[in-house]
C-alpha cells in the first residue's frame, strides 16, 4: 500500500532530511514513527501524502509512484490518503460540523449527501453532540477529533497523523489513541508520527519505524 | 456558481484593498482613455491632412498633347497613384483670377499666360509616407517635359513625425500604465490568497482539485480588471462630454469607436485575468509540485 524504496531528500537550506529511508506498510496496517524532533518525521509524511518529492528514491502509494505522478493526479491520491496534524488546523470561524462539510464541499460531495455524511463522521469520532461546536468552544482532545472527521470525509484507506497528541493531556491522547485503533481494526492503515517514546512502550504490539538523523535506524517488524 | 460566489465573497472580505485596486486600475486605465481620445482625434486630423497631400508636376510650355496623354496614363497606372488631374495653363488662370482676387487686375491684363500647365497627383491611402511622396515626386521629375515637381517635402516628413510621436508615445503610455494595473491586481490576489491561507492549506490537504481552488481568485482577477475598464470608460466618457462644453473654441472631439472601447474593457478583464493567474501560479500551484 506505502513503499518508500530508498529515498533521501534534501533541502536547499537545511540540508539533509532523509537518507536512504526504505520500508513498506500493508493494508490495514498500524505503525508508529518514531524518532526525536528533526529526525525525518514529518519529512516521511509529507513524501507519502505528495507535498513534497524525493531527491533520490521512490515513494510508492496505492498506484500513485512518485517518479511518475502527474500533477492532476494528486488530488485522487490525497483522497485516499487523510492527514492529521499536532495543530488541527481546523477553521475557527466554522463550527465542528462545518469543518468537516467543508472537506465534503471542496471535493465535490454533491450538497444533498453533505449534511447526513457530517452527521455519521461526527458519530463515527464520538462528536455528535458538539456539531454546532466552534473550536474554540472545543476541548484539545474533541479539536483533534473533529480533525479526524474531517480526514475521514473523503474515506481514505491511509490516515497519517503528525505527533496528533503531540498537544493533548494524556487523557485526551489516549482517547485519539483509541479512535485511531478503532478506525484500523475497520481497515484503514494508519501511520502516526510521534516523538513520545513513553506512549510508544505502552503499545508495544505495535509496529514501530524508528528514525534517527534522517535514517531508518530500526523496524521492529525487520 | 461557486466560483463567482467565492469570488464576490472576497470583494466583501477586503472592500478596502478591492476598491482601491479597482479605483487605481481605473484611474490608470483613465489615462490611457483620455490618450486615446486625444490621439484617436489627432490621427482623425493627421487623416484628412494626409488626404490633401499632392505631388505636382508643372509642365514645360512646349510639351505635346500626345506626350502628356501618355504620361497621364503611364503615372495613373502607378500602384502608388490614387488619381491624376491635368490642369492646362488656360485653368491655372482662370484659377489664379479666381483665388487670388487681389491680382486679378494684374492676370486680366495679361497678354501671354505666364502660367504653366501641371500634374496633381494624389497617393492612395498607405502610400502617403514620405518615402513614397519623395519617390512619386522624382519619376514625375524625370519626364523631360517636367520642369519641376512639388510636394512640400518638410512638411510631408513633419506631418508623418507628428504621427509617429503620437503613436509612440500613447504605446509607451499604455504599456505602463497597463503593467501599474496588472501589478495593482497581482498584489490583490494575492492578498486575497493569503486571506484565506488557511482554507486552501486545507483544500490542498483533502484533494481539492486545483482547478476549484483557483477559479475563484481567477475569477476576482478578470472582475477586478473588467470593473477597472467600465470605471475608465465611464470617467473618460464624463471628461468627453464635459470637456468641450467648457472650451467651445475647441471642435467637436470624436467619441472613441466601439471597437476601441469593447476592446478596451475587455483587454482589461483579460489582464486582470492574466495578473491574477500569475499570483495564483505563484501562491497556491506550489502545493502540488512540478507539473
Redesign the interface.
Known sequence: MISLRNVSKAYPRSGDALRGVSFRLRKGEFAFLTGPSGAGKSTVLELIHFQTRPTDGEVQVSRYNSRRVRRRDIPALRRRVGFVFQDFKLLERLTAAENVAFALEVIGTPRREIAGRVQRLLSQVGLAARASSRPSELSGGERQRVAVARALATEPRILLADEPTGNLDPDAAGGVFELFSMLNRLGTAVLMATHDADFVRRHPDIRRLELEDGRLARDSAA | MRSMREALAGFRRTPLLCALSIGATGLSLVILGLFGLVAHNIGGAIGDVERRVEVVGYLLDDAGPEQVGAARRELEALPAVESVRYVSKDEALERARRDLVEFSDVYGELRVNPLPASFHLRLREGFRTPETVSETAGMLAAYPFIEEARFGDEWVERLFALRSAATGIALALGGGFALIAVLLIVTTVRMAILARG??I??????????G??QRPFLLEGAVTGLAGGLLALGVTRLAYVVFPARFAAIEPLAWLPHVWTAGGVAAAAVLGLLAAAYSVHREVGR?????
Open positions: 488557511e482554507e492549506e486545507i483544500m490542498q490537504i483533502v484533494g481539492a482539485r486545483e476549484y481552488i502545493a502540488y509540485g512540478p507539473s
